[in-house]
């Protein structure tokens, strides 16, 4: 019997195809090597619709939908919290392992011109969901934690980009500047924002400091259409509508630094306002980059929940019918290309798995 089942044994073989492994890891890891930091646009997007939600479920805000009830503002606001989060830490969780197993592409990401921008959007994505966490409040020991956990990256990445800019020769502003360049600065205000809210007005008032200077340096770069602004092909044309978010973030930044909305938040927000229509005058501008979907059609989210939001908080401020039309055509819309947005990416979640980025595409030796 005992020799019986060593003959058996002997004769049970696995087989084992070296080539068939290799296809399947690859496989596995293909969505890893196509991901990069603009992925993170998604977050950016679902951490600003959770804080508009939540804005408006204020029983102190003038509500713009006033159809739907308290409990229900309360209900999506933390139903989209939650989703935010979620993504958040799923996304998190793969630029990780794109940073252990593909570090030579996030370095080559890094040195982009465009990309190293989007190097701001998973701090400022969590900044956004810590203003809007519905369990702690600013004062928190927590709170605040957090928000120098998240704060500190943002800053070190302030002293190298920045720096670059005006110091070295082949990064300089004027070579290197596109729209995306805005995000840098949507991240300082961001973290104002957050700093305001916690009572530390002596920080708020460093980081506004250091993000509207350089967001005045930028615009004016971008608005005299130098070179850097023509490197970006048609697809990431949605980047444009960055113009109207930084405006628009600056008022409620300022906002929270002063305590009231006073004449800059109305200035910035009028800004943002006339940006938006320039951009929404023009659809021809745009009609290229909407033939295939590209993770870039996430920049015309965020920017409009930004814009909601500010018209909101301008609408406290000075009452009236025109105001809060304005505000309810605003936050209808913003949600409308939320929506649309949410469904476009979940039918062609297949193109997102495999990469579809023109310009943030890189070869295995990370060029």
Same mark, same amino acid.
């Given at each position: 019997?005992?020799?019986?089942?060593?003959?058996?044994?002997?004769?049970?073989?696995?087989?084992?195809?070296?080539?068939?492994?290799?296809?399947?890891?690859?496989?596995?890891?293909?969505?890893?090597?196509?991901?990069?930091?603009?992925?993170?646009?998604?977050?950016?997007?679902?951490?600003?619709?959770?804080?508009?939600?939540?804005?408006?479920?204020?029983?102190?805000?003038?509500?713009?939908?006033?159809?739907?009830?308290?409990?229900?503002?309360?209900?999506?606001?933390?139903?989209?919290?939650?989703?935010?989060?979620?993504?958040?830490?799923?996304?998190?969780?793969?630029?990780?392992?794109?940073?252990?197993?593909?570090?030579?592409?996030?370095?080559?990401?890094?040195?982009?011109?465009?990309?190293?921008?989007?190097?701001?959007?998973?701090?400022?994505?969590?900044?956004?969901?810590?203003?809007?966490?519905?369990?702690?409040?600013?004062?928190?020991?927590?709170?605040?934690?957090?928000?120098?956990?998240?704060?500190?990256?943002?800053?070190?990445?302030?002293?190298?980009?920045?720096?670059?800019?005006?110091?070295?020769?082949?990064?300089?502003?004027?070579?290197?500047?596109? +729209?995306? @360049?805005?995000?840098? !600065?949507?991240?300082?205000? *961001? %973290? =104002?924002?957050?700093? &305001?809210?916690?009572? $530390?007005?002596?920080?708020?008032?460093?980081?506004?400091?250091?993000?509207?200077?350089?967001?005045?340096?930028?615009?004016?770069?971008?608005?005299?259409?130098?070179?850097?602004?023509?490197?970006? +092909?048609? @697809?990431?044309?949605? !980047?444009?509508?960055?113009? *109207? %978010? =930084?405006?628009?973030? &600056?008022?409620?930044? $300022?906002?929270?630094?002063?305590?009231?909305?006073?004449?800059?938040?109305?200035?910035?927000?009028?800004?943002?306002?006339?940006?938006?229509?320039?951009?929404?005058?023009?659809?021809?501008?745009?009609?290229?980059?909407?033939?295939?979907?590209?993770?870039?059609?996430? %920049?015309?989210?965020?920017?409009?929940?930004?814009?909601?939001?500010?018209?909101?908080?301008?609408?406290?401020?000075?009452?009236?019918?025109?105001?809060?039309?304005?505000?309810?055509?605003?936050?209808?819309?913003?949600?409308?290309?939320?929506?649309?947005?949410?469904?476009?990416?979940?039918?062609?979640?297949?193109?997102?798995?495999?990469?579809?980025?023109?310009?943030?595409?890189?070869?295995?030796?990370?060029?």
């Amino acid at each position: 019997m005992a020799a019986d089942h060593t003959d058996s044994a002997k004769d049970v073989h696995v087989n084992i195809n070296p080539a068939n492994r290799n296809e399947q890891e690859k496989t596995v890891m293909k969505p890893l090597h196509a991901f990069h930091a603009g992925y993170f646009r998604i977050c950016l997007s679902l951490g600003g619709q959770a804080l508009l939600w939540k804005i408006l479920s204020d029983k102190d805000v003038s509500d713009p939908l006033p159809h739907l009830s308290a409990e229900l503002h309360s209900a999506l606001y933390l139903f989209l919290w939650y989703i935010a989060l979620c993504t958040l830490i799923v996304l998190s969780v793969l630029y990780t392992l794109r940073c252990i197993y593909y570090f030579h592409l996030v370095k080559a990401e890094f040195l982009h011109f465009v990309g190293v921008n989007y190097m701001f959007t998973p701090w400022t994505s969590w900044l956004l969901l810590l203003q809007s966490v519905p369990i702690l409040q600013p004062k928190d020991s927590t709170y605040q934690g957090l928000f120098l956990f998240f704060v500190i990256p943002l800053l070190v990445l302030d002293v190298k980009i920045y720096g670059q800019w005006f110091t070295t020769e082949k990064r300089f502003l004027s070579v290197v500047a596109n +729209p995306t @360049s805005q995000i840098s !600065v949507i991240g300082n205000l *961001v %973290a =104002a924002r957050t700093a &305001a809210q916690m009572g $530390w007005k002596e920080s708020a008032t460093c980081i506004f400091t250091l993000g509207m200077t350089h967001y005045l340096v930028v615009f004016i770069t971008l608005y005299q259409r130098l070179s850097g602004g023509d490197h970006l +092909p048609v @697809s990431l044309r949605p !980047v444009y509508f960055l113009f *109207v %978010a =930084a405006p628009s973030m &600056a008022s409620l930044a $300022w906002s929270s630094i002063s305590g009231t909305f006073d004449t800059p938040c109305k200035m910035l927000f009028f800004l943002s306002l006339f940006l938006f229509t320039s951009l929404a005058c023009r659809p021809a501008l745009f009609k290229k980059a909407m033939k295939k979907f590209n993770v870039a059609w996430w %920049a015309y989210s965020f920017p409009l929940t930004f814009l909601a939001m500010a018209s909101s908080a301008y609408a406290q401020e000075v009452k009236g019918v025109v105001t809060s039309g304005l505000v309810f055509i605003l936050t209808v819309l913003s949600v409308f290309i939320f929506i649309c947005l949410l469904l476009s990416t979940a039918l062609n979640i297949h193109i997102l798995l495999r990469g579809s980025d023109p310009i943030l595409k890189f070869d295995s030796k990370g060029k």
